[in-house]
């Protein structure tokens, strides 16, 4: 794979190549064509890694403006932005070519340095394109009553995998479809962030390599994805359903054992789900064994689709699901085991006895915990032990 950076080196051009946007884009170019000096400034929002910066670029080199960036967070003092801007907005191209200016992030400036924006914007002689990523930062109300605003979206995923697609073929970089779908939708729309996980991962993409990405922002939650899965009878709809899913393979695998019974009533349709359910963990079983990482797909296919081909009709009801039992027996034996140990440590470190004496010491504490309160309080601060584990010794 290419030593540049994917960001830099994919970045587009021309209009044409930008991902999504397509309104917003139009919305832009009929402000510049149509540019007189009682025209708005335009104000682009949007998140970070949608595109504001490629936008403006782009925008300037395919109508031929000399693009001036002033980076509003970046100029330090109020006198330096006043000097560059105002210089940039009444002066003439060095080239004799129109001007475009962008004033990048204007919502990152102190507020003082952007009222002195707003003042300095009704001067310009140019078409002047500012930037932001939050509309509702503190002290944006003025600059926003003085500009158009356009508002963009996040990338959708489809088009964010379409690009990262584009660029793996170019890059000669192995990919498994769904797991560059995965790698798109963790973005959550950014597509800088899509980009510099592509290049994190290296030149294989698959759902293994994936796994060392962490999604952004708003992760699926469980519960939908169960929902989705139990709910859809079409295959494709829920498998897409564990694409975006914090929980594992294995947590999904116990959350869908555990609500089988929750959504589906006919035994039929049990049966059948059941043997995805198995299908699905004895491939897992085997990924366990030889690291055949390339059948975890299969396992979210079978927990996916197949579960949710395996009922006959759609039951047009809520569920209430339920939390797996497993895991949470597991978690209790592994909090049991931590408080074991905790007080273990308390023993031998207060009383200065062997490991060997733990069980007996333990025994006689319970004895005397449970027929004495006046010594459990007593020895319970002495040995520093929470109520927690004064309950554990009690029940032991
Ligand atoms: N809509 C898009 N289509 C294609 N590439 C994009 C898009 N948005 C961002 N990028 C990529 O991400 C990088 C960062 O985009 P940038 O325009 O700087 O985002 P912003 O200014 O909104 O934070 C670009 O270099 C480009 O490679
Ligand atoms: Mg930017």
Request: with cysteine.
């Amino acid at each position: 794979m290419t030593a540049m950076l994917l960001t830099e080196k994919y970045r587009p051009q021309h209009l044409g190549d930008i991902q999504g946007h397509s309104k917003a884009i139009e919305e832009i170019v009929s402000w510049l064509e149509s540019w007189t000096a009682n025209s708005k400034p335009l104000l682009l929002v949007g998140d970070p890694g949608v595109g504001k910066t490629t936008i403006a670029y782009a925008l300037a080199r395919e109508y031929g403006y000399e693009l001036f960036e002033v980076n509003a967070s970046d100029e330090r003092t109020k006198s330096m932005l006043q000097e560059r801007v105002e210089g940039a907005l009444v002066q003439q191209s060095l080239f004799g070519t129109q001007k475009l200016i962008l004033l990048d992030e204007v919502d990152g400036a102190k507020a003082s340095e952007r009222n002195q924006l707003t003042k300095l914007l009704n001067k310009s002689q140019f078409p002047v394109l500012l930037t932001a990523n939050d509309l509702y930062e503190r002290g944006m109300a003025q600059l926003r009553q003085k500009c158009k605003v356009v508002k963009l979206k996040h990338v959708h995923t489809n088009s964010v995998k379409a690009h990262l697609k584009r660029i793996c073929e170019k890059e000669n970089i192995t990919y498994d479809e769904t797991a560059l779908k995965s790698l798109a939708s963790k973005a959550n729309g950014d597509v800088r962030v899509a980009l510099n996980d592509l290049q994190s991962i290296g030149d294989t993409i698959d759902m293994h390599t994936i796994k060392t990405v962490t999604p952004r922002d708003t992760e699926k939650n469980i519960f939908d994805a169960l929902m989705i899965i139990f709910k859809t009878q079409e295959i494709a709809k829920a498998r897409e359903a564990t694409w975006n899913l914090a929980e594992d393979h294995d947590m999904l695998l116990e959350w869908i054992r555990e609500n089988i019974i929750v959504e589906y009533e006919q035994t039929a349709d049990r049966a059948a789900a059941y043997a995805y359910l198995s299908l699905a963990d004895m491939y897992r079983g085997r990924i366990r064994q030889r690291q055949y990482w390339h059948l975890l797909k299969y396992v979210y296919d079978f927990l996916s689709g197949g579960i949710a081909s395996a009922k006959q009709e759609k039951y047009r009801k809520f569920s209430k699901y339920r939390f797996p039992t497993i895991i949470k027996k597991r978690s209790q034996a592994k909090q049991k085991k931590e408080t074991r140990q905790a007080i273990e440590q308390k023993l031998k470190a207060t009383l200065y006895i062997p490991s060997s004496a733990v069980y007996s010491t333990l025994l006689w504490l319970q004895y005397c915990f449970n027929n004495d309160d006046e010594f459990r309080i007593y020895a319970a601060e002495s040995l520093g032990l929470s109520e927690k584990e004064q309950q554990y010794i009690q029940q032991l």
